[in-house]
T-cell receptor, first 112, second 113 residues
């Protein structure tokens, strides 16, 4: 079975632009979470969605938004990009509360 | 609030020796604890979890971890290290009531041939 897939793998943007990152969860997984991993740090929680509803939000500004579609895939949107948004953005999916989250390989976003 | 501490940024172990990567946690409810490994330019790969039950948890690639409630620790161990175990290791915790994972800062494990 395919794992969590994310697109694109790499992205270069300039300050002030917006970006959309995409994630397809493992088949059968209804929960999708997004994390930001800045170089040299552990991942930081951004959002969690379950059955198209937002179930959790981390300490990120309103420039960050997300949604989940009926097929459980998800998009992360970031507006008005700042240099500090440069990071690896990870998507994770899980099947139920007691099961671990499984991560994709991420989208590496570079802001110039 | 939930938090994780990984006190060692770097751990070096000779190949064939036992290894330990340390993790302590803080959570208000029942802790769900996880270990993940990250190889260069890759996402996080799940190794093992503790939800409830036996304090010694066995996971992938010969790794195991011991849950110690009194010391709020969840150290990762392996009896005999391989060079291929060299990677970045993350401990994570979540409160049982939600799916938000809080990660430590990571420990870089280097196995010396």
């Amino acid at each position: 079975d395919a794992g969590v897939t994310q697109s694109p793998t790499h992205l270069i943007k300039t300050r002030g632009q917006h970006v959309t990152l995409r994630c397809s969860p493992i088949s059968g997984h209804k929960s999708v979470s997004w994390y930001q991993q800045v170089l040299g740090q552990g991942p930081q929680f951004i959002f969690q969605y379950y059955e198209k509803e937002e179930r959790g939000r981390g300490n990120f500004p309103d420039r960050f938004s997300a949604r989940q579609f009926p097929n459980y895939s998800s998009e992360l949107n970031v507006n008005a990009l700042l240099l500090g948004d440069s990071a690896l953005y990870l998507c994770a999916s899980s099947s139920s509360g007691n099961q671990p989250q499984h991560f994709g390989d991420g989208t590496r976003l570079s802001i110039l | 609030a939930q938090s994780v501490a990984q006190p060692e940024d770097q751990v070096n172990v000779a190949e064939g020796n036992p290894l330990t990567v340390k993790c302590t946690y803080s959570v208000s409810g029942n802790p769900y604890l996880f270990w993940y490994v990250q190889y260069p330019n890759r996402g996080l790969q799940f190794l093992l979890k503790y939800i409830t039950g036996d304090n010694l948890v066995k996971g992938s690639y010969g790794f195991e971890a011991e849950f110690n409630k009194s010391q709020t620790s969840f150290h990762l161990k392996k009896p005999s290290a391989l060079v291929s175990d060299s990677a970045l290791y993350f401990c994570a915790v979540r409160d049982g009531g939600n799916e938000k994972l809080t990660f430590g800062t990571g420990t870089r494990l280097t196995i010396i041939p």
